[in-house]
């Protein structure tokens, strides 16, 4: 497993916003009382959400706090888990999914074109510090292979064409609508239905 990446430009001070705060009272709400500690990925996701995608290490300190644990116990987590981020990554994260079935069908011209257009390197913002990329373990969209995740949403069904669009795209600025890029639905078969063509007999 890769060693994070922590930013050397850290804000010297980092606090909730006050939607947040109400979402971090429900959270606690969740768990027994002493227990609250339990809460500590959800409070993580809120500060990577609010801070443009990445978590800086005040941030850490203030959930340390407000959870009442240490602050090396939210470290740890935040160390653990590949979904958090320690230094930015741009207001358009990708993670390109290259495990066996994406492989297979061509993960490797999607992150060839990331090295073209965004940075050589994973995890190195683009010129225009709008995004960075990075290769992740399956995605669980496997069917639908080679995919990507850009921040929160999928992009399926992709080959070279489709996923230079829209790496474009976000470098513009512009954010393309998740979904296939054949625009098959869900998991419905590319050719269309196979089987239970009958509703009658069905």
């Given at each position: ?5 922590i930013s050397k430009f850290q804000p010297e001070l980092f606090e909730f916003n006050s939607d947040n705060l109400k979402k971090i009272k429900n959270e606690i ?174």
């Open positions: 497993m890769s060693i994070k990446k709400k969740k768990y027994p009382k002493g227990k609250k500690n339990s809460a500590v990925m959800a409070l993580l996701y809120l500060a990577q959400e609010q801070n443009q995608n990445w978590i800086p290490l005040a941030a850490l300190k203030c959930i340390a706090n407000l959870l009442e644990m240490s602050y090396i116990k939210v470290y740890e987590v935040v160390t653990f888990y590949s979904m958090f981020n320690l230094s930015p990554v741009g207001k358009y994260f990708i993670q390109v999914c290259t495990t066996t079935p994406c492989m297979i069908r061509g993960s490797k011209k999607i992150t060839d074109i990331c090295k073209k257009y965004i940075s050589q390197n994973q995890n190195d913002l683009s010129e225009n510090k709008l995004s960075s990329w990075t290769e992740v373990e399956c995605l669980g969209a496997c069917v639908n292979a080679p995919m990507m995740q850009v921040n929160k949403d999928y992009y399926e069904d992709l080959d070279k064409d489709s996923a230079e669009k829209l790496i474009k795209q976000l470098l513009n600025d512009d954010f393309p609508t998740p979904g296939s890029a054949k625009n098959r639905k869900n998991n419905a078969p590319e050719a269309g239905k196979t089987t239970l063509l009958d509703v009658k007999n069905a």
